[in-house]
């Protein structure tokens, strides 16, 4: 499954977008257009329904409603998150959440809606929230004994990863204390190490695979365990005069470490992938591949990978297409959402033979950059 | 307000190139090139077909190794589309 459509309303930096999304989403825009809090969106989603997570502390996590909700919001202050969800081409589930808070500022749901093919499942508030408003406080999606007729939905978000590797956390040695599924890799190597021993050694075969190309010297990854039974992920780096020392990663480059983080991000689960700036300590023929990795991977798991990039290099490969990109602008009413095909000009170069980052690329231009130096 | 889209070798270029849309009353759209004449010659074919769809505004500096103004607006834009406009710097 995959998300085919996003509405927002008052979400962060965006007053309304709706947006088609495709299989691959390239997201682009000037800094601080609101890349991050438009994955965000779907984080929320998945923070919703995933263990330990539910709507109140996903709301409290992010500072509350009167945060969440758009600056651009005036006389519609709530918040709105409605996506569509396809199975393939067919269009399957539609799920809608209006969020608003109480006088005291507690999150409450002003509206939950689900169809399923176009049939209406849910509609809240209902007459028990109407008999009590406290229920109001928990959606019929993070519960299981409510959401049975769409649970699939639940399970569909609880599969969104979200992956931002930091070489420095991943080397940190007190990395993983406290912390479990970091996004931003404190337990990334304990993630691998606690697979099962075949799915692990099978992934780190396929990354070494692809790795062949981008770093040739590297021969070999493996997990081991120290004596006090912390997991680190070795290297072995060969070249032509020796049989290959191995390393750890503590000595690893940030960009092998964040090569290794988005190729094990790409293989780790089924569901929609949120990746940021993954380009970023690459070079940039390593880089102008990735989206064929991606979707070599995709193919394979049918899943849809939502990227954030900045990259010129990213968006200078040939396959990326025009309904493939989100441009976002910033505007004295928040940030414009835009898919490439909506805009004429990014439509017709394409179609006379430019690339993405060649068409596409300087709408994100922050306005006024002429005068930045 | 008619928008055009520019196409510049680098932000000199893009201050000269706003200064004469804004003085003859046209609004400046998005700011192509900014990466050196070869970079745009590379694409001015792209930009040419999109000017079938709206006015676009090219400007180059001519290099001492070119020829004439002429020669070489004929010699780099094949089948001008009607909402191009190639100029080159002297």
């Known amino acids: ?373 | 307000m008619v928008t055009v889209n520019i196409v510049v070798e680098g932000k000199t270029d893009e201050f000269v190139a706003r200064r004469l849309l804004e003085h003859v009353g046209l609004v400046v759209g998005t700011v192509y090139g900014l990466n050196g004449k070869a970079d745009i010659l590379m694409r001015l074919s792209g930009y040419n077909q999109a000017a079938r769809f709206a006015p676009w505004f090219v400007l180059v500096d001519l290099d001492n190794n070119q020829p004439c103004t002429g020669q070489a607006i004929r010699l780099w834009l094949l089948n001008q589309q009607a909402g191009m406009r190639l100029r080159v710097a002297v």
């Open chain 1, 1 to 373: 499954m995959r998300f085919s459509r996003l509405y927002l309303a008052n979400w962060r930096n965006f007053a309304h977008v709706d947006v088609a999304l495709q299989e691959r989403v390239f997201l682009i825009g000037a800094n601080a257009t609101g890349k991050s809090n438009l994955l965000d969106a779907f984080r929320f989603l998945r923070d919703i329904v995933r263990i330990g997570g539910g709507f109140e502390k996903a709301i409290l996590d992010r500072g509350g409603v009167s945060s969440l909700c758009s600056f651009f919001a005036h006389d519609k202050p709530d918040i709105v998150i409605d996506v569509h969800i396809a199975n393939g081409k067919q269009e399957v589930w539609h799920y809608f959440l209006a969020i608003t808070q109480d006088t005291q500022h507690r999150p409450l749901l002003k509206a939950e809606k689900v169809w399923r093919s176009g049939r209406l499942l849910l509609d809240r508030p209902d007459a028990q929230d109407a008999l009590d408003e406290r229920l109001l406080r928990q959606t019929h999606l993070e519960q299981i004994n409510s959401n049975r007729e769409f649970r699939e939905i639940a399970d569909f978000f609880n599969s969104i990863t979200y992956y931002h590797i930091v070489p420095q956390l991943v080397r940190e040695p007190e990395r993983s204390v406290g912390r479990t599924s970091d996004p931003y890799g404190s337990d990334f190597i304990e993630q691998i190490a606690n697979l099962p021993k075949r799915t692990q050694k099978a992934r780190l075969r396929r990354i070494q695979a692809v790795l062949r190309t981008a770093i040739p010297q590297l021969a070999e990854l493996r997990i081991t365990k120290d004596r006090t039974r912390v997991p680190h992920l070795l290297g072995k780096f060969s070249d032509h005069s020796s049989e290959g020392l191995w390393h750890t990663e503590v000595d690893f480059s940030d960009g092998t470490m964040r090569l290794i983080g988005l190729l094990w991000a790409l293989l780790d689960g089924t569901g929609p992938l949120l990746l940021e700036e993954p380009e970023l300590s690459l070079h940039q023929e390593v880089v102008r591949q990735i989206p064929s990795i991606m979707w070599s991977l995709q193919k394979e798991h049918a899943r849809q990978i939502l990227v954030s990039t900045h990259s010129y290099d990213l968006l200078r490969n040939e396959g990326i297409g025009a309904d493939e990109v989100l441009i976002l602008r910033s505007t004295p009413h928040g940030t414009e959402v835009k898919l490439g095909a909506e805009i004429d000009t990014v439509r017709h170069l394409l179609e006379a033979g430019l690339t993405v980052a060649e068409a596409a690329l300087p709408h994100t231009r922050p306005q006024g950059a002429e005068t930045l130096s």
